[in-house]
């Protein structure tokens, strides 16, 4: 089985920039055919996708992040970033990892905190 393991959460100015990680651990066959997704959720707010490189190679961004924000994977999936620029208050959630192996089955890690504020 596959564990993520999220990193990188703190505060920080509007406008500034941090880099989410989580790191992936486990078989390594099932870690290269994996899916990979950023989520997040907003006290009182739907947990979101935030962006996520989908099984077949894809790249999806929310409209809400688009242009500031970047997933890449590393070291064959063991790592997935999520670069945060021109960071917003409105940003402020607690963000997951996402491993995805089929339409029903995926796997979470357990979160970690980002906060915009001045």
């Known amino acids: 089985q596959v564990q993520l393991v999220e990193s990188g959460g703190g505060l920080v100015q509007p406008g500034g920039s941090l880099r989410l990680s989580c790191a992936a651990s486990g078989s390594i066959f099932s870690i290269l055919t994996m899916g990979v997704g950023w989520y997040r959720q907003a006290p009182g707010k739907q947990r979101e996708l935030v962006a996520e490189?989908?099984?077949?190679?894809?790249?999806n961004y929310a409209d809400s992040v688009k242009g500031r924000f970047t997933i890449s994977t590393v070291n064959a999936k063991k790592t997935v970033y999520l670069q945060m620029n021109s960071l917003k208050p409105e940003d402020t959630a607690v963000y997951y990892c996402?491993?995805?192996?089929?339409?029903?089955?995926?796997?979470w890690g357990q979160g970690t905190q980002v906060t915009v504020s001045s």
């Open positions: 996402r491993g995805s192996f089929t339409d029903t089955y995926d796997i």
């Open positions: 490189i989908t099984r077949g190679g894809s790249t």
